[in-house]
């Protein structure tokens, strides 16, 4: 049984800064792109980050410069350092997985619902 379970969300003021966590489980992040999404009330579905299997890297233009995405392939965790916190980055955060993509692919895929092989419940951001 496929789990993404997201943590690290919360509350905080703008400029601040919050790590999101994503533990899987049920599969091997092997051959598997990994990344984030996010979604806020009457806002478009958004790619935020996405890290392929070579460790290559890709980042929204609205949180590039700010976030870090990175893995621990040895415990199936996925990582989002998020930094310089503005409202709006307020959103629920998603993490996700897609079979085979590139990390600039894989991004792309984060924003269509039908391209995710896996994704979790979520975690909420709120930045004020």
């Known amino acids: 049984h496929v789990q993404l379970v997201e943590s690290g969300g919360g509350s905080v003021q703008a400029g601040g800064s919050l790590r999101l966590s994503c533990a899987a489980s049920g599969y091997s992040f092997s051959g598997y792109s990994m990344g984030w999404f996010r979604q806020a009330p009457g806002k478009e579905r958004e790619g935020v980050a996405a890290?392929?299997?070579?460790?290559?890297?890709t980042y929204a233009d609205s949180v590039k410069g700010r976030f870090t995405i990175s893995q621990d392939n040895t415990k199936n965790s996925l990582f989002l350092e998020m930094n310089t916190l503005n409202v709006e980055d307020t959103a629920m955060y998603y993490c996700?997985?897609?079979?085979?993509?590139?990390?600039?692919?894989?991004?792309?895929?984060?924003?269509?619902?039908?391209?995710?092989?896996?994704w979790g419940q979520g975690t909420q951001v709120t930045v004020s």
């Open positions: 890290i392929d299997g070579d460790g290559n890297t």
């Open positions: 996700a997985a897609v079979w085979g993509l590139t990390a600039i692919q894989a991004l792309g895929a984060m924003e269509t619902e039908g391209g995710l092989n896996y």
